[in-house]
């Protein structure tokens, strides 16, 4: 049983298409995030939802837009995608005052 | 603005030898985790650290917390090739708002 499950692993799409990453935790978690690894590594937070509401939005363009549909559930949606968006974006959970659990991450390519 | 840096970015060192990585930060939190992540995977949990002069060890890797001064070092003792990946520290500075150091690239040469 995997923890943080995301899908899909990879997406390679043309510049200007639509494209979604879905998440799913089974920990029972209050908290679910998105992030954003680039090329060089760093991890920037983009979103975070706690009970299904928003309470982190980052500086993230507009064409980013997060839904959680449920606790348990968060989804990135992206539109217009750019060649800058090309990273990998890992969808994570917590508990308040606890560690994030990651999960596997979704490497998406714009070409 | 919160920052999170780690020095150095990155670190070549040979088996054997002992070596620290920093993770300095501008806000005020007591809690800082530490974080290992493998080529091309994901991000596992080494450490958490949630008061002033915590410490904790695993093996070869001891980290400790002081956060008067706002630094988190994480010490390799006699590194092995097993211990070659990213580290990272992330600062939480309200239960659920997460910010991570830029990383460190770990590569134990034989």
């Known amino acids: 049983d995997t923890a943080v499950s995301q899908t899909p692993k990879y997406l390679v799409t043309q510049m200007g298409n639509d494209k979604s990453i879905k998440c799913e935790q089974n920990l029972g978690h209050d908290t679910m995030y998105w992030y954003k690894q680039d090329s060089k590594k760093f991890l920037k937070i983009m979103f975070s939802?706690?009970?299904?509401?928003?309470?982190i939005n980052e500086t993230v363009p507009n064409r980013f837009s997060p839904k959680s549909p449920d606790k348990a559930h968060l989804n990135l949606h992206i539109n217009s995608l750019e060649l800058g968006d090309s990273a990998v974006y890992f969808c994570?959970?917590?508990?308040?005052?606890?560690?994030?659990?990651f999960g596997e991450g979704s490497r998406l390519t714009v070409l | 603005e919160l920052k999170v840096e780690q020095n150095p970015l990155f670190l070549s060192m040979q088996e054997g030898k002992n070596y620290t990585i920093y993770c300095n930060y501008s806000t005020t939190s007591d809690r800082l985790y530490w974080y290992r992540q493998d080529p091309g995977k994901s991000l596992e949990s080494l450490f958490v650290l949630l008061s002033n002069g915590a410490v904790k060890q695993e093996g070869r890797l001891m980290a400790s917390l002081d956060t008067k001064a706002r630094l988190s070092t994480l010490h390799i003792t006699a590194a092995v090739h097993d211990l070659s990946a990213t580290y990272f520290c992330a600062v939480d500075i309200t239960g659920n708002q997460f910010y991570f150091g830029t990383g460190t690239s770990l590569t134990v040469i034989p």
């Open positions: 939802y706690n009970n299904k509401e928003l309470i």
């Open positions: 994570a959970s917590s508990q308040p005052g606890r560690r994030l659990f």
